[in-house]
Nanobody, 117 residues
């Protein structure tokens, strides 16, 4: 199983980015998927999760600004991020599999998002 995260970059405050997580060796349609992030000097924190039953969960900081989605045909998970703030600067990780919102069986390598003020 491999999860390949991409789409990170440098963006100004108020800007948008879309992160992608391409899965291979695992069919995402039957698994829970999610995004977590780790800011410099902090522990990894939950951002969003898309459950295999259709429910979606967001952290308070992501709610209203971020949208998690998946394209089952392409086996890709997305995180659309709008109105980005400097506090969103972090390395973002996608995960798949398992039953937890905060921990997954499989992880991608992370993609760096930097929001300048």
């Amino acid at each position: 199983v491999q999860l390949q995260a991409s789409g990170g970059g440098l963006v100004q405050t108020g800007g948008s980015l879309r992160l992608s997580c391409a899965a291979s060796g695992l069919t995402i349609s039957i698994h829970n998927v999610g995004w977590l992030r780790r800011s410099p000097g902090k522990v990894r924190e939950f951002v969003a999760s898309d459950r295999h039953d259709g429910r979606r969960f967001y952290s308070d900081s992501a709610k209203g600004r971020f949208t998690i989605s998946r394209d089952n045909a392409k086996n890709i998970v997305y995180l659309e991020m709008n109105d980005l703030k400097p506090g969103d600067t972090a390395e973002y990780f996608c995960g798949a599999g398992g039953d937890s919102l905060y921990n997954y069986d499989y992880w991608g390598q992370g993609t760096l998002v930097t929001v300048s003020s």
